[in-house]
């Protein structure tokens, strides 16, 4: 029946989108250095070798089209995904990074493939095609994130400038946790993902921010679930108690500070009392690149204005 | 035959039995719910208003709307079930099959996508004017594909109603894969975010719905002896199924404009109802209401306490429970 097809269609998206936010990557590490090819880089697809240095990349990934732009290697990027809105000069098309059209793929001619799920058999087309292809799944802590960082330095011929930018990003991390000093230290934290209230654990990379401020993640109850984004109940929520609300569907669901306090039962949750609800953009909250640090700035600013 | 002769078909004791227990029953679920959740509050304390602070605000803003949320969606899925199958005389018909649901899901989603958030409350806006369009278009096709409206022509229109709405949402997702994780939430079902104000939004449809349904059974059982029969007894059988095929219609969009999209209530409820307490319509249409929502209040239950506090979303907890047991009575009524 077509309704049931669609059901269970809609139910592997979910399961797919789900895991696609919260799958442990095998972490990417570099295998070689400098600007000498060929190089060899550990991706999630195994160790695959670059033979000369990348002119045609094509990034099918918003994180790892940010992290190239933080490594230097924007100018050899010939394409990107729909999704990838950051930076504003990102060759921005019309391919899909959930849904990819390997043919459209290879019609950039690249080099150099970039792609956070294996989805619709794209690697083993691309495979086929002789295009070499990194896989570079969400990454879960900040550590696996500054290692597809250097991958992508390896892979492009820029790592020297990966090292910088992982610098910069853990020294700017290091800056705002030292500002809160120990103020987030046994807070509870509720990191929103949708206004169904999905959530983020401690299992990602948000989560390993929070945790770096000494914060108490309350979907980490959800230990029965597989997905590191459970969705959680309104009166879990509540009961909860938590003292800083991340809303990280401010774009795609109009969420605010405003519509959080209005929601029932909702008015005596601490985080509201104190207005310590951290509104900040969705692709900031759920990309694990180089602007993690920009929401490591935004808590660090927001405990530090609690008014316990 | 007479209209009233076809309709007392009923075996006399059962009616009343029948509608005894399940509103018994559904008070049972409803109280069970509404105690049993983050904390479990004993019905006593509950009945009593001897609660803390924190306890009466969970259960009177959240828990409570959540409850009759889900018994008045349970119930308008589950009489329009009932009521499509009466007027295509087709046990397997519910609202998914003919388009209503497909068009409902079509439209919520081109709200999500167009509104971006803005404007939330033009998703179930967008629904309910979707479900009309769905089983709209399957009944006008239906109409013009057979001069005598058979209901096989109205079905088969229904399923090609649902795969072009199907597709056409495909399409939209495709292009703004961003609503990917909104919308299939949506689908999927959801009580969660249910409220006060989301009940008071769908209840004058329910309400207008549920009156004219009241009405539907004793139709519905002249029309089960046939067209001509029906006509000979002084029933205009294309005006009634059309009136019937609207109110159920607009209790599935309320339904569906409400709580997303929620398989197997409209389908199984009316069979297990149909199999217990007879074949009659008038009968049958009250207890579905009852029924289903009976069976949405404690999937309810399961799917918010069973990974508690993670939440199984409420569409896939009736699949799961609908799904094998409509299986496990078709092969029971082959077998008889």
């Not at chain 2, 769908?202 to 009241?214: C, E, R, S």
């Not at chain 2, 006509?231 to 339904?255: D, H």
């Not at chain 2, 207890?287 to 949405?296: A, E």
Request: hydrophobic share 50%; net charge positive.
């Amino acid at each position: 029946m077509f309704t049931r097809a669609r059901r269970y269609a809609a139910a592997l998206l979910a399961t797919a989108l789900i895991a696609g936010c919260a799958q442990t990557p095998s972490t990417p590490t570099t295998g070689s250095s400098g600007g000498a090819f060929p190089v060899t880089v550990k991706a999630s697809n195994g160790t695959v070798t670059i033979a000369a240095k990348p002119a045609r990349i094509v990034s099918l990934s918003p994180t790892a089209t940010e992290m190239l732009y933080a490594i230097g290697a924007g100018g050899e990027v010939k394409a990107v995904d729909d999704q990838s809105d950051f930076p504003a000069n990102a060759p921005r098309t019309k391919l899909s990074g959930f849904k990819p059209n390997a043919e459209a793929v290879a019609g950039y001619k690249p080099d150099l493939v970039l792609i956070q799920n294996d989805t619709n058999g794209l690697l083993a087309a691309l495979t086929r095609l002789k295009i070499t292809v990194l896989v570079l799944p969400s990454a879960t802590t900040l550590e696996a994130s500054y290692a597809q960082t250097l991958a992508l330095g390896t892979a492009t011929g820029h790592l020297p400038q990966a090292r910088q930018a992982v610098q910069a990003e853990k020294t700017k991390i290091a800056a705002a946790v030292s500002t809160a000093k120990d103020r987030g230290k046994g807070l509870k934290v509720y990191h929103e993902v949708d206004p169904t209230y999905f959530s983020a654990t401690s299992r990602t990379f948000a989560g390993d921010i929070y945790k770096l401020f000494g914060m108490v993640n309350i979907a980490d109850a959800a230990k029965a679930t597989a997905p590191d984004y459970p969705q959680l109940s309104a009166e879990f929520v509540v009961r909860s108690a938590p003292d800083v609300i991340v809303l990280a569907d401010t774009q795609c669901c109009a969420q605010s500070a405003a519509v959080v306090a209005k929601r029932p039962a909702f008015a005596n949750v601490p985080a509201v009392r104190t207005n310590t609800i951290v509104a900040i953009s969705d692709d900031i909250a759920s990309r694990w690149g180089p602007r993690a640090a920009d929401l490591a700035a935004a808590i660090s600013t927001a405990i530090v204005n609690r008014k316990a | 035959m007479t209209t009233r002769a076809v309709t007392d078909r009923v075996r006399p004791s059962r009616p009343a039995i029948a509608v005894i227990a399940v509103v018994l029953l559904l008070a049972l679920a409803m109280l069970l719910a509404v105690c049993v959740g983050s904390t479990v509050v004993s019905p006593l304390a509950l009945l009593t208003g001897r609660l803390s602070d924190v306890d009466a605000e969970v259960i009177l803003q959240l828990r409570l709307p959540r409850v009759l949320l889900a018994a008045l969606v349970g119930g308008m899925l589950s009489q329009a079930g009932a009521a499509y199958q009466g007027v295509f005389r087709n046990p397997l018909a519910d609202p998914y099959l003919l388009g209503a649901a497909a068009g409902a899901g079509l439209g919520a989603t081109a709200m999500i996508v167009l509104a971006r958030g803005t404007f939330a409350v033009a998703v179930p806006i967008g629904a309910f004017v979707g479900a009309m369009i769905g089983v709209g278009s399957a009944y006008v096709l239906g109409r013009a594909a057979s001069r005598t409206g058979g209901t096989a022509a109205l079905l088969l229109a229904g399923l090609a109603s649902t795969a072009f709405f199907t597709a056409v949402q495909t399409a939209l997702l495709q292009a703004h894969n961003s609503d990917l994780l909104q919308v299939t939430a949506w689908i999927l079902g959801q009580l969660g975010t249910a409220s006060w104000d989301s009940l008071g939004l769908i209840a004058p449809y329910a309400a207008v719905a549920a009156v004219l349904l009241a009405f539907a059974g004793r139709w519905l059982d002249v029309l089960s002896v046939g067209d001509d029969e029906a006509a000979s007894l002084g029933l205009r059988p294309e005006r009634v199924r059309f009136a019937i095929l609207l109110a159920a219609s607009l209790s599935t969009a309320a339904a569906v404009s409400a709580a997303g999209l929620i398989g197997f209530v409209g389908l199984v409820v009316p069979h297990i109802l149909r199999r217990l307490a007879g074949t009659s319509y008038r009968l049958l249409l009250p207890l579905s209401l009852f029924g289903g929502s009976i069976f949405l209040v404690l999937s309810d239950l399961l799917s918010r306490t069973a990974l508690y506090p993670a939440e199984i979303p409420i569409g896939v907890v009736t699949a799961f429970v609908g799904a094998p047991f409509f299986a496990f009575l078709l092969l029971v009524g082959n077998r008889q």
